[in-house]
């Protein structure tokens, strides 16, 4: 069940550009705008179907993103104006959960099925300091450094992630959270159910 709600929730927005490119301008929107509530959705860490392009990269600079669509993402009106930003004919429609998040469900929902197959033999779950390592800590790094390099804060220099470390420390992250999370939910299932003794029948 929740693999299942994992492949739907990473699923919907890949119907999302299908939906624009089609002219279901309407249905698209009723998948681009909920997904704004839980993903920034910038479309330069977003990827692109039926483009020129898969990304358009932001840089330092005129990045691709902008030689592409006019949107300066170095300022605060271009980073409003490149959430919403949804694609066209020529650049393609956006996909509606960016490249970080779609790489940690999906990592998930597969190790979710992996889990499943194995789960006889693989009933622990992993260490927490393992967890931490390969999980946290890459993420951690690629998404803090960002951050910090950045306004408002930019107490670091520039840096812009590329869509592979996105994906690779996002899938990391998936496959910490899934070898950690499914062991604890099959061992909280499989603990034997106490039998409540049934009431007593009241006397006539």
Request: hydrophobic letters at 40%; proline letters at 5%; glycine letters at 10%.
């Given at each position: 069940m929740i693999v299942g709600m994992l492949l739907v929730y990473v699923g919907l927005p890949f119907l999302a550009p299908v939906l624009k490119k089609a002219g279901a301008d309407g249905l698209a929107q009723a998948?681009?705008?909920?997904?704004?509530?839980?993903?920034?959705?910038?479309?330069?860490?977003?990827?692109?179907?039926?483009?020129?392009?898969?990304?358009?990269?932001?840089?330092?600079?005129?990045?691709?993103?902008?030689?592409?669509?006019?949107?300066?993402?170095?300022?605060?009106?271009?980073?409003?104006?490149?959430?919403?930003?949804?694609?066209?004919?020529?650049?393609?429609?956006?996909?509606?959960?960016?490249?970080?998040?779609?790489?940690?469900?999906?990592?998930?929902?597969?190790?979710?099925?992996?889990?499943?197959?194995?789960?006889?033999?693989?009933?622990?779950?992993?260490?927490w300091l393992l967890f931490v390592l390969i999980g946290v800590l890459p993420i951690g790094l690629d998404g803090f450094s960002q951050l910090l390099s950045q306004p408002p804060l930019a107490i670091l220099p520039f840096r812009e992630s590329t869509w592979h470390l996105r994906v690779l420390t996002g899938a990391l992250f998936g496959v910490g959270v899934a070898w950690l999370a499914f062991p604890l939910i099959e061992a909280s299932f499989a603990t034997e159910p106490r039998v409540l003794d049934p009431l007593p029948k009241p006397n006539p």
């Open positions: 998948i681009y705008q909920p997904y704004k509530f839980v993903c920034h959705t910038y479309a330069f860490r977003s990827f692109f179907l039926f483009g020129e392009q898969v990304v358009y990269a932001r840089g330092e600079g005129e990045g691709e993103f902008e030689r592409a669509t006019g949107i300066n993402p170095m300022t605060p009106a271009g980073l409003f104006q490149a959430r919403d930003f949804q694609g066209n004919e020529r650049v393609g429609y956006k996909v509606a959960l960016c490249q970080r998040d779609i790489a940690i469900y999906l990592s998930i929902a597969v190790n979710g099925m992996i889990f499943a197959v194995v789960r006889r033999r693989a009933s622990r779950p992993i260490p």
